[in-house]
């Protein structure tokens, strides 16, 4: 790292001049090359990468570049670091910091917004107006690391002081990597969709964000809480995140389920797998006035009754990402120890061996949910639920 007028650093925390970082060539192409370790500037500090989770985003960012958005186009070959959801140690401080020591183990949440425009304005800065502006004379000050700023799969990282959440003591680096995780599955069910606790919510879907929605939902009260699938190992997983009832639909009809167990159907639906058939039935499960979550992205429009929407007064609403501050709301549960993450987190690997930890990942090897990859001291572990 460069000297600059105003950063902070520590002796107990020399920082080299380059690091380590995985880079994206041609699409599916990463290589892993010397590159300066960047400075932080105004409101932001130098995190030290300890552990890194692979998400099925990244995935699809290294394969076909979406959602990433490099100098205001496609992520390849432009020594772009992808990987979002990392946890560190603080490394240096940019100027005029005091809000954080150096030697402070954090996690962070993927987007800084620009500040000014009228998303920002509102705490919605995960829908930034400025998003990917941050670039040779547009830079608008937006943030998201893994997608348009670099990002963790790499030794250090530039972060906003607004994305950061503090590690406790007893939480471990994998589980802290979870915690925007959590935080995308609490935006969906609290700040955006205002559930209380004693409201029912469905869950269809048992990825991580859906397995980690079954677990905020119950930390926060929701009941019942009932989690859908076809696979009868991830559905034994959500109960042990607290699922009242896991159906699995190869074999159960949900909606039945669903109206059975509630009577006039869920409060919510959190619509976590993306498929025709589970946004069709989120529709026909919902109550009168309830709301569906949209938190999973189909690749094809999707044919749905919307007359049925109307008709009953359904709130239909998308998110994106982890917004306003919930990832920190969801490091109060988990800190709390109200669930246990660690659930989802099944496979370690050195971040040497990144392109293995991502097949893994992407091929679901030995039942693999969340791959965790970290920067030291580690040997490949993996880890199987006992359902
Ligand atoms: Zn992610
Ligand atoms: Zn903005």
New binding site residues.
């Given amino acids: 790292m460069d000297e600059a007028a105003g950063v902070q650093t520590s002796t107990d925390m020399p920082i080299p001049g380059t690091m380590k970082a995985w880079v994206l060539g041609d699409p599916g192409q990463l290589r892993i090359i010397e590159k300066p370790v960047p400075m932080p500037r105004r409101a932001e500090v130098l995190v030290r990468i300890d552990a890194v989770a692979i998400?099925a985003?990244d995935l699809e960012i290294i394969e076909h570049g979406t959602p990433a958005l490099i100098q205001g186009g496609p992520p390849f070959n432009k020594d772009f670091t992808p990987g979002?959801?990392y946890m560190g140690t603080v490394a240096a401080l940019g100027p005029g910091v005091d809000e954080y020591k150096i030697g402070e183990r954090v996690t962070v949440e993927i987007h800084a917004g620009c500040g000014q425009c009228k998303r920002c304005r509102q705490g919605m800065y995960t829908s930034c107006h400025n998003y990917g502006l941050n670039y040779g004379n547009v830079d608008k000050g937006h943030r998201a690391n893994g997608f348009t700023t670099d990002g963790g799969f790499a030794e250090y990282a530039v972060n906003n002081i607004n994305t950061l959440s503090r590690v406790p003591n007893d939480m471990s680096d994998e589980e802290a990597t979870l915690v925007?995780?959590a935080g995308t599955s609490m935006y969906g069910l609290t700040e955006l969709g205002g559930l209380v606790a004693g409201e029912s919510v469905v869950v269809t879907g048992p990825g991580p964000i859906g397995l980690l929605a079954v677990a905020v939902a119950k930390a926060l009260g929701a009941s019942p809480v009932i989690l859908s699938g076809t696979r009868d190992a991830r559905l034994a997983i959500g109960t042990k995140l607290g699922a009242d009832r896991v159906v699995n639909v190869r074999n159960e009809d949900l909606v039945a389920v669903v109206k059975e167990m509630t009577g006039h159907g869920a409060d919510y639906v959190v619509e976590c797998a993306g498929t025709d058939t589970a946004i069709n039935e989120a529709t026909k499960m919902v109550n009168r006035g309830g709301k569906i979550c949209l938190a999973a992205f189909p690749h094809e429009p999707v044919l749905t009754d919307i007359g049925a929407l109307v008709k009953n007064n359904i709130y239909i609403y998308g998110i994106r990402g982890e917004g306003k501050s919930a990832t920190h709301r969801a490091m109060a549960l988990m800190a709390a120890k109200r669930f246990d993450a660690t659930h989802i987190h099944t496979h370690t690997f050195p971040l040497a061996d990144l392109p293995m930890a991502l097949h893994y990942a992407r091929n679901r090897i030995d039942d693999a949910i969340k791959v965790v990859v970290k920067t030291r001291g580690v040997v490949t572990q993996t880890k199987k639920e006992v359902a």
């Fill in positions: 998400c985003t979002h959801e925007v995780t």
